[in-house]
């Protein structure tokens, strides 16, 4: 159990609405200290299953109460960065199972809690992230680094770029950790602390975006599917610093370096 040190995430739920980051910022943060979900800045959609705060363990646990139960668990605020975001979260996957993705998607979209924002290609549901056991998965090879443009209809697939699998497969029933870099020209990932799988892309960084995860449990007339046990303990949101600022600060700690050394 973690020191209960922090109940809420940086950025207090509902209030701000569209945060513009500072540069190299964290826009949120939380490690599910508090008491509901509302003072951690989520809110919980679901048909059939949830998100649902534990305060025993520090964490919000997957709870299936219904035949295919799915839900989408996000910040309440949007964030908006030029330079990009990089985003690390700590996860638990039970086993496998219909459809589990978590990342980034636009703030624009209406979040469908029983839909798949990223492994169904939701339209207008424009963002990144990593999709496990599911659709974009399998036709991928494996778990996946996935890109939804955003442009076409529920279950079109073309809209999904499926960037990388080189990161490999998570490991079920397992704490694992996800790191995630967006740029408007690149991407990286590593999971459980791997060295980071890079490449080009170029994404949108003007829109703002929010945290999204979505679960879908399997088919099944029991109300304890076979996602239960899954659960987010830790998640972050920083805002990466534009080109020209990491720059500028390079700049000048080589000018503050420079008359250190001649002083």
Request: hydrophobic residues 35%; charged residues 10%; without cysteine.
């Amino acid at each position: 159990m973690k020191t209960k040190t922090k109940i809420t995430s940086l950025i207090t739920a509902g209030i701000l609405g569209t945060t513009l980051a500072s540069q190299g910022a964290v826009v949120y943060q939380s490690d599910f200290t508090g008491g509901s979900l509302g003072p951690a800045g989520l809110t919980n959609l679901g048909v059939s299953g949830a998100w649902v705060f534990n305060g025993t363990d520090d964490r919000t646990d997957w709870d299936h109460t219904g035949r295919n139960g799915r839900a989408s668990l996000y910040t309440t605020n949007a964030f908006q960065s030029d330079g990009g975001f990089t985003l690390d979260v700590s996860f638990l996957q039970f086993a496998a199972g219909s459809r589990f993705s978590m990342g980034i998607v636009d703030a624009s979209w209406t979040v469908d809690g029983g839909a798949g924002w990223l492994s169904q290609a939701m339209p207008g549901a424009y963002g990144i992230g990593l999709s496990t056991s599911g659709v974009v998965a399998s036709t991928a090879g494996g778990d996946v680094l996935a890109f939804n443009d955003g442009t076409t209809a529920k279950n079109n697939f073309n809209s999904i770029t499926n960037l990388s699998t080189a990161q490999g497969n998570i490991t079920f029933n397992t704490l694992q950790t996800l790191s995630m870099t967006v740029t408007g020209s690149s991407y990286s990932y590593s999971l459980n602390g791997e060295p980071s799988t890079t490449g080009s892309m170029t994404f949108d960084t003007s829109k703002s975006y929010r945290f999204i995860a979505f679960l879908q449990d399997t088919s099944t007339t029991a109300t304890n599917g076979t996602m239960e046990g899954s659960y987010f303990s830790d998640i972050t949101v920083t805002a990466v610093p534009e080109p020209s600022s990491a720059a500028l600060l390079g700049l000048g700690l080589s000018s503050l370096l420079l008359r250190r050394k001649r002083s």
